[in-house]
Nanobody
Framework: QVQLVESGGGLVQAGDSLRLSCTASGLTFTSHAMGWFRQAPGKDREIVVSISRNGGNTFYANSVRGRFTGSRDNAKNALYLQMNSLKPEDTAVYYC??????????????????????WGQGTQVTVSS
């Protein structure tokens, strides 16, 4: 059974930093591209960062580029999101997600939420002004 468990969310002030972690189990981690998504109240879920299976390619949403850094540690089955210079508009539930298993295209990036098959339960990030 595949499990993705996020941690590291919390309440911070604008300008602060947070580091989210996601630990994956029940899958061959290197066979899955990974992503961080977020969903704010009343808004659609949106991609924050996508990381290819081999970690060689990364895509960032325009709203977070330059402030957030996504990374993965394939030896630890872990995904990370370093969030710096946080803004109130970053307030959302943040989700870790994994694509279906794949053997080809280790550098491929996946942009759409429906391309991700496994999801964590989410962790709340609240940024006060």
């Amino acid at each position: 059974q595949v499990q993705l468990v996020e941690s590291g969310g919390g309440l911070v002030q604008a300008g602060d930093s947070l580091r989210l972690s996601c630990t994956a189990s029940g899958l061959t981690f290197t066979s899955h591209a990974m992503g961080w998504f977020r969903q704010a109240p009343g808004k659609d879920r949106e991609i924050v960062v996508s990381i290819s299976r081999n970690g060689g390619n990364t895509f960032y949403a325009n709203s977070v580029r330059g402030r957030f850094t996504g990374s993965r540690d394939n030896a630890k089955n872990a995904l990370y999101l370093q969030m710096n210079s946080l803004k109130p508009e970053d307030t959302a539930v943040y989700y870790c997600a994994a694509t279906r298993s794949a053997d080809l295209f280790p550098s491929r990036i996946y942009y759409q939420s429906d391309e991700y098959h496994y999801w964590g339960q989410g962790t709340q990030v609240t940024v006060s002004s």
